[in-house]
Every structure is written in structure tokens, then in C-alpha cells.
């Protein structure tokens, strides 16, 4: 599958929706998702600034204590969300860059790099921009804050605009999502890792050898990789590498191979559908009949193995990731007081550093490295996208919420700034996610709509 067809007028309608099937799909998943994180957001805001705030925070400091044998884990319930949850988010992002490169988005070069240069921008001016703002304080160190961009909400509204968002351009921000994944994805493995015991990571090191030994071999047994994924995960957890980075490793070594091609499933389906029909007795329902029940289980093991185990495992958890994990993960980080504190040490320069990155920084950087890669003729953008799209998608890319507030705890656990940066980080994408859509025609859509509710009002007024 390419970022676009080059030849759009060879593909009729049905090819079309085959092409564009699974991507919708995603978008779909996202739009939905991202409401339920909004959600999570406002209650989150309301109940940490409430009356019961204590027991907002209180809740999040609840210990969990797990032990097997002589290895004992006792943290708060954050942690184990966003040290272990989050570790399933990363593993989901790894699949997903997997597909990408083998079937997807990334699998060609020349139409995947207009969005991964554009990426790259996106990532690099904006941290440049933080760096100057914060030059000489403590709040250097938050420069990964303002590169990420949170794809689930930057979709949704997108998906708020309808069809004034061709799905090229869902394309293009997806693709430039998946990249700027990536360069998280790096960052957290070269700044936020610090290796002390040796020996846990040898353990996770040969689990992962391992698993590239099983996808070699062609077994597709999706509860052994299971189990050695989170083998790797404890065994980087004890040995100091960020333990989120065993998802995206994890991921890498799952099979993206079917077991069974899709001649063969045709010719094998058609044969335990016959032998289902020729079975057919007047009065006798599948479960009495022997010869059914054999045909049913064959399609369904067909079924299973035409499919990659790297498929099977995204579908399945993306509604979980979607609609479980990164709800709760906002559930639990987006509560912070709205008190701005300017006594706190570099509190200004922070919060103007990341609002400055994610506005301005993310449009400057996708927007020049887009230019320059098309007038370098290293790219080529898609010949039905305008230069107006591309920078309100720039403007959607500022939406960094889920993985800047990721990297902000990062970065500033247990200094106060964190509290600052979360703000910061709100106020931003919120204004961000405003000036994407407005330019991409959302004031039209809402007068409209709000035409459409006047004119109903008068009708009933009148009746």
C-alpha cells in the first residue's frame, strides 16, 4: 500500500474503498477515542481543582505491590499506568510503525518522505525553540516536551470537519504522527535510560533474541510471545532502560507473515464450505452435525492463520489502547491545580517555551522542511493537498498532549515545574487544536450549524 496513488484514475471505486478500508477504520477508532479522552481530561481538571481534590491525588498515590519470588515492584498507581500501561501504548505505536514500513504508509520511500521530513521538523524546531527560551535554567531539560504530537486527538478533529478532510490529508498526519512516534520514541531511549544492573538487561537482551529466533522459525503462537514480551519488559525495568521501550522492541519481533496466502485460503475456504453445504441434513443444526462443526472449526483456523499474528494483535488491542489505556492515562496526569506559581524557578521560561514550541515551533518546522524537501525535489506532495492544509495540519501537530505529558513527567519528576508544564501543555494544544480547525474551514461548519439550529427554532416558534 502507498502514502497515495500515483495513479488514481487506473483504481475504480471498489479498489478505492478496499485501498482506504483499514485507514478508515483507524480514523474512526481515533475520532471515537479521542472524545472519550477529552472527557477524561475535563473530569480530571475538575476533580483535581475541586472540593475533593485530596482524593484525587490520593488515589493516584496508592500503592500497588506485585511479587514473584524475590523480585517485589510496590509504586503508586500512576506509575504502574504509565510505567506499564503506557509500555502496551508503545508496544500498539511499535506494531503500527511495523505495518507502516512493511505494508503501509512507510513501506515507499519516495511517497512517505513529503510526511517524515516534515516530521523531523516539527520535532527539531520546536525543541530549538524551547532551548533558547529556557537557555541556563532548570528547565533545559524539558526540551523533548513541545517535538511529540497526540495523533488521537489531532484525527478527532479532523474527523470534526467531515469532508472538508480529504483522507489524503488524514494521511499525511497520520504518517507524520507515526514518524514523530519514532523520534519519541529515540529520545526516550537515548536521554531517559540510565543502565546500572548488568544482568537484567543480558536477560532481556537474549528474551529478544529470542523472540526474533521464534519469528524466524515461523511460529505464530501469539501467548509465547506474550509471555517473553513481558519478560523483556520486567527485564528492562530492573536494569534501568525506560521499560516503554520494550514495547516498541517487542513489537518489532512479531511476525508480520500469514501462515496461509490468500490462494490458498480461497481454495481451502471453498472446499470446507462445500463439504458445510454437502453436509446439510433436513432438521439437523450445526451442533448435532459432526461433519459441520469440523468445516466450522477449519474456517476459523483459516481465518486466524491468513491473517499476520502482527494484525491480529493490532486489531485486538487498538479499541483497548484507544478506549482503556490512554483515557486513563489522562485520567491520572491531566489532574493539576490551575494555580500558576512564578516564584517557582524557571516557571516562565517553561511554560513559555512549550506553548511557543507547540504553536509556533511545530508550524515553523513542518511547514520549512515540507518547502524545502518539495523544492529540492528530495519529496513530492500529493498533487490534491493545498499548502494551506499542510500548515493546518501544522497547527494540529501542536495537539502534543498524550506524549508531551509523557515526556514532562519524564523530564520533571518530583520538581515542580511538572505541575507548570502540564498547564502549559493544556493551554497549548487546546489553541492549537482551535487554529487547525478554523483554518481548515471548522468556523463555516459552525455557522452553519448554528444557522441550521436558528432556522429549526423559528420553524417551531412558527408552527
Same mark, same amino acid.
Given at each position: 500500500?502507498?502514502?497515495?496513488?500515483?495513479?488514481?484514475?487506473?483504481?475504480?471505486?471498489?479498489?478505492?474503498?478496499?485501498?482506504?478500508?483499514?485507514?478508515?477504520?483507524?480514523?474512526?477508532?481515533?475520532?471515537?477515542? %479521542?472524545?472519550?479522552?477529552?472527557?477524561?481530561?475535563?473530569?480530571?481538571?475538575?476533580?483535581?481543582?475541586?472540593?475533593?481534590?485530596?482524593?484525587?491525588?490520593?488515589?493516584?498515590?496508592? @500503592?500497588?505491590?506485585?511479587?514473584?519470588?524475590?523480585? #517485589?515492584? %510496590?509504586?503508586?498507581?500512576?506509575?504502574?499506568?504509565?510505567?506499564?500501561?503506557?509500555?502496551?501504548?508503545?508496544?500498539?505505536?511499535? *506494531?503500527?510503525?511495523?505495518?507502516?514500513?512493511?505494508?503501509?504508509?512507510?513501506?515507499?520511500?519516495? +511517497?512517505?518522505?513529503? &510526511?517524515?521530513?516534515?516530521?523531523?521538523?516539527?520535532?527539531?524546531?520546536?525543541?530549538?525553540?524551547?532551548?533558547?527560551?529556557?537557555?541556563?535554567?532548570?528547565?533545559?531539560?524539558?526540551?523533548?516536551?513541545?517535538?511529540?504530537?497526540?495523533?488521537?486527538?489531532?484525527?478527532?478533529?479532523?474527523?470534526?470537519?467531515?469532508?472538508?478532510?480529504?483522507?489524503?490529508?488524514?494521511?499525511?498526519?497520520?504518517?507524520?504522527?507515526?514518524?514523530?512516534?519514532?523520534? %519519541?520514541?529515540?529520545?526516550?531511549?537515548?536521554?531517559?535510560?540510565?543502565?546500572? &544492573?548488568?544482568?537484567?538487561?543480558?536477560?532481556?537482551?537474549?528474551?529478544?533474541?529470542?523472540?526474533?529466533?521464534?519469528?524466524?522459525?515461523?511460529?505464530?503462537?501469539?501467548?509465547?510471545?506474550?509471555?517473553?514480551? #513481558?519478560?523483556?519488559?520486567?527485564?528492562?525495568? *530492573?536494569?534501568?532502560? @525506560?521499560?516503554?521501550?520494550?514495547?516498541?522492541?517487542?513489537?518489532?519481533?512479531?511476525?508480520?507473515?500469514?501462515?496461509?496466502?490468500?490462494?490458498?485460503?480461497?481454495?481451502?475456504?471453498?472446499? *470446507?464450505?462445500?463439504?458445510?453445504?454437502?453436509?446439510?441434513?433436513?432438521?439437523?443444526?450445526?451442533?448435532?452435525?459432526?461433519?459441520?462443526?469440523?468445516?466450522? !472449526?477449519?474456517?476459523?483456523?483459516?481465518?486466524?492463520?491468513?491473517?499476520? &499474528?502482527?494484525?491480529?494483535?493490532?486489531?485486538?488491542?487498538?479499541?483497548?489502547?484507544?478506549?482503556?489505556?490512554?483515557?486513563?492515562?489522562?485520567?491520572?496526569?491531566?489532574? #493539576?491545580?490551575?494555580?500558576?506559581?512564578?516564584?517557582?524557578?524557571?516557571?516562565?521560561?517553561?511554560?513559555?517555551?512549550?506553548?511557543?514550541?507547540?504553536?509556533?515551533?511545530?508550524?515553523?518546522?513542518?511547514?520549512?522542511?515540507?518547502?524545502?524537501?518539495?523544492?529540492?525535489?528530495?519529496?513530492?506532495?500529493?498533487?490534491? !493537498?493545498?499548502? @494551506?492544509?499542510? @500548515?493546518?495540519?501544522?497547527?494540529?501537530?501542536?495537539?502534543?498532549?498524550?506524549?508531551?505529558?509523557?515526556?514532562? +513527567?519524564?523530564?520533571?519528576?518530583?520538581?515542580?515545574?511538572?505541575?507548570?508544564?502540564?498547564?502549559?501543555?493544556?493551554?497549548?494544544?487546546?489553541?492549537?487544536?482551535?487554529?487547525?480547525?478554523?483554518?481548515?474551514?471548522?468556523?463555516?461548519?459552525? %455557522?452553519?450549524?448554528?444557522?441550521?439550529?436558528?432556522?429549526?427554532?423559528?420553524?417551531?416558534?412558527?408552527?
Amino acid at each position: 500500500m502507498t502514502y497515495l496513488s500515483s495513479k488514481p484514475s487506473r483504481l475504480t471505486k471498489a479498489q478505492l474503498r478496499r485501498l482506504y478500508a483499514p485507514f478508515q477504520r483507524f480514523f474512526r477508532l481515533e475520532a471515537s477515542s %479521542s472524545i472519550l479522552l477529552i472527557i477524561c481530561i475535563i473530569v480530571a481538571l475538575i476533580w483535581a481543582n475541586s472540593i475533593w481534590g485530596f482524593s484525587y491525588f490520593a488515589l493516584w498515590e496508592t @500503592h500497588l505491590t506485585v511479587a514473584i519470588g524475590p523480585f #517485589v515492584i %510496590s509504586e503508586p498507581l500512576r506509575w504502574w499506568i504509565n510505567e506499564g500501561l503506557m509500555a502496551l501504548f508503545f508496544f500498539v505505536v511499535g *506494531l503500527e510503525i511495523k505495518r507502516a514500513v512493511v505494508v503501509g504508509e512507510l513501506s515507499h520511500i519516495q +511517497d512517505a518522505l513529503f &510526511p517524515i521530513l516534515a516530521a523531523v521538523g516539527g520535532m527539531i524546531v520546536p525543541a530549538i525553540i524551547y532551548l533558547i527560551i529556557n537557555f541556563g535554567t532548570i528547565g533545559t531539560i524539558g526540551w523533548p516536551i513541545p517535538m511529540a504530537t497526540d495523533i488521537a486527538l489531532a484525527l478527532g478533529v479532523l474527523a470534526l470537519l467531515g469532508s472538508r478532510a480529504p483522507v489524503s490529508l488524514k494521511l499525511f498526519l497520520s504518517t507524520l504522527a507515526i514518524a514523530d512516534d519514532i523520534g %519519541s520514541v529515540v529520545v526516550i531511549g537515548m536521554f531517559f535510560s540510565t543502565i546500572t &544492573p548488568l544482568l537484567p538487561l543480558i536477560i532481556g537482551i537474549v528474551l529478544i533474541i529470542l523472540l526474533v529466533i521464534l519469528n524466524r522459525t515461523g511460529i505464530h503462537y501469539i501467548l509465547i510471545f506474550a509471555v517473553l514480551g #513481558v519478560g523483556v519488559w520486567f527485564a528492562f525495568l *530492573l536494569s534501568g532502560v @525506560h521499560a516503554t521501550l520494550a514495547g516498541v522492541i517487542v513489537a518489532m519481533a512479531i511476525p508480520a507473515i500469514s501462515r496461509v496466502d490468500t490462494e490458498d485460503f480461497c481454495s481451502k475456504s471453498h472446499i *470446507l464450505l462445500k463439504d458445510f453445504e454437502e453436509a446439510k441434513k433436513l432438521g439437523e443444526s450445526v451442533l448435532t452435525n459432526k461433519t459441520q462443526r469440523t468445516a466450522v !472449526l477449519g474456517l476459523q483456523a483459516i481465518c486466524r492463520d491468513v491473517q499476520a &499474528p502482527l494484525q491480529r494483535i493490532e486489531y485486538f488491542l487498538q479499541p483497548w489502547v484507544g478506549f482503556v489505556i490512554i483515557p486513563l492515562f489522562a485520567l491520572a496526569n491531566a489532574g #493539576v491545580l490551575l494555580a500558576f506559581d512564578i516564584s517557582i524557578p524557571a516557571a516562565g521560561t517553561v511554560v513559555l517555551g512549550i506553548i511557543m514550541g507547540l504553536i509556533l515551533g511545530k508550524q515553523i518546522g513542518i511547514m520549512f522542511f515540507s518547502w524545502l524537501s518539495v523544492r529540492t525535489g528530495v519529496a513530492k506532495m500529493p498533487k490534491d !493537498l493545498s499548502w @494551506h492544509q499542510i @500548515h493546518a495540519v501544522s497547527c494540529l501537530a501542536g495537539i502534543g498532549f498524550t506524549m508531551s505529558l509523557f515526556m514532562a +513527567d519524564l523530564t520533571f519528576s518530583g520538581i515542580p515545574l511538572l505541575d507548570t508544564a502540564k498547564i502549559a501543555i493544556l493551554g497549548a494544544s487546546l489553541i492549537a487544536g482551535l487554529l487547525g480547525f478554523f483554518f481548515l474551514g471548522g468556523g463555516k461548519i459552525l %455557522s452553519q450549524l448554528f444557522k441550521d439550529t436558528m432556522k429549526r427554532l423559528k420553524t417551531k416558534q412558527i408552527l
